[in-house]
């Protein structure tokens, strides 16, 4: 905890905390950085539960960099929010739920990119598993989402 007070105190969470344009714009930062990732995740989610399948896989994955550089983005917005309010948000359940969720995410997108193998081209029909597999990644990160809504409104002032 010492660690996270002395992050609370550097200039730039001082500044971030201060100044209302700097972090509401740290936060639209990191909810564009959200919908590239998210969004990316969810089209090929439902691309594999059957929605457009007239669309190849393979021109999804082009996506791959656009929610790479989306979760750059996030990991750098979200640890100078989190350097700002690092104690409080330790502490609070909504945050650890998001966490959690985000890296449970990965690991389940990560799952379903190798149960898709090489079956990319259009028209493909998926299997029982890898479709359990788009709805646990599906899942994880809505829950991500929601779980980050909620931190706003559970974190102690």
């Not at 996270?4 to 909810?31: D, I």
């Not at 990732?37 to 791959?64: N, Q």
């Not at 929610?67 to 989190?82: C, E, P, T």
């Not at 945050?95 to 799952?111: N, R, Y």
């Amino acid at each position: 905890m010492e660690f996270l007070t002395w992050l609370e105190e550097t200039p730039t969470s001082q500044w971030l905390v201060e100044s209302t344009w700097a972090y509401y714009s740290m936060l639209a930062l990191h909810a564009i950085g959200m919908a590239a990732v998210v969004g990316g995740t969810i089209m090929l989610c439902m691309r594999v539960l059957g929605f457009a399948s007239s669309m190849a896989v393979a021109d999804l994955e082009r996506l791959r960099l656009i929610a790479w550089g989306g979760f750059f983005i996030n990991a750098i917005s979200g640890s100078i929010l989190f350097a700002a309010n690092g104690v409080k948000l330790v502490a609070n359940s909504m945050f650890q739920l998001k966490i959690a969720s985000i890296i449970l995410g990965g690991v389940a997108l990560w799952a379903l990119w190798r149960a898709i193998g090489p079956n990319k081209e259009p028209g493909h029909r998926y299997n029982a598993t890898t479709k359990a597999v788009a709805w646990t990644t599906l899942f994880f990160w809505i829950l991500a989402i929601v779980a980050g809504r909620y931190i706003a409104y559970t974190m102690k002032l």
